[in-house]
C-alpha cells in the first residue's frame, strides 16, 4: 500500500483515529482521580476498569458482524463520531455516572474487525513495553522477519 492509497476520507478518519488515541493517551492515567473527583468511590473507580476491560473484549465480536452488514468504512466513520461523542461526555460530565456512558461510547471502537476479507490484508497490532523505545523496536523487527509480512 503506498501514500497515494491513503487519500480523501481515508486519510481524514485515519488521522482522527491517530488523534483520538493519542489524546486518550494523555489524560487517561488520570481517570481514577477525575472519578474520585467527581464523587466516585473506590469501589466504583475499581469497577470502571473492569468495565472497561469488559467492553474492550466483548464489542470486538460484533463489531465484524456490524462492519459486514453495514460496510466497513460506514461503520468506521460511525464508530469515530461515537467515540468523539464519549470524549466529549467525559469532558462535560458533572457527574460520575455519566463516565460509564461516556466509556460505552469510546470503547466503541474496539468494535473493528480485523478485515481479514480486504486486499491487502490489514491486522492491528498493539506492543506494550516499559523498556527503551529503540530495544522494542529492534525486538519487533525481529519478529516480524520471522513472518511472511511485506518488508517496506
Partial sequence: MTISALSGNVAIASAAVFLLGFGEE??????PKYLEALGASTPVIGLFGTAE?????????PGGWIADHLG???VFLIFIA?????YLVYLFSPWWPLLFIALALVI???LHSHMLVETPHLFFMHFWANDDALKLARG?????DKTN???G
Fill in 26 to 31: 494523555l489524560w487517561k492515567k488520570f481517570l
Fill in 53 to 61: 476491560d469488559f467492553f474492550d473484549a466483548v464489542y470486538q465480536y
Fill in 72 to 74: 466497513r468504512q460506514r
Fill in 82 to 86: 461515537l467515540s468523539s461523542a464519549g
Fill in 108 to 110: 466503541v471502537t474496539a
Fill in 140 to 144: 519487533i523487527r525481529v519478529a516480524l
Fill in 149 to 151: 509480512s511485506i518488508k
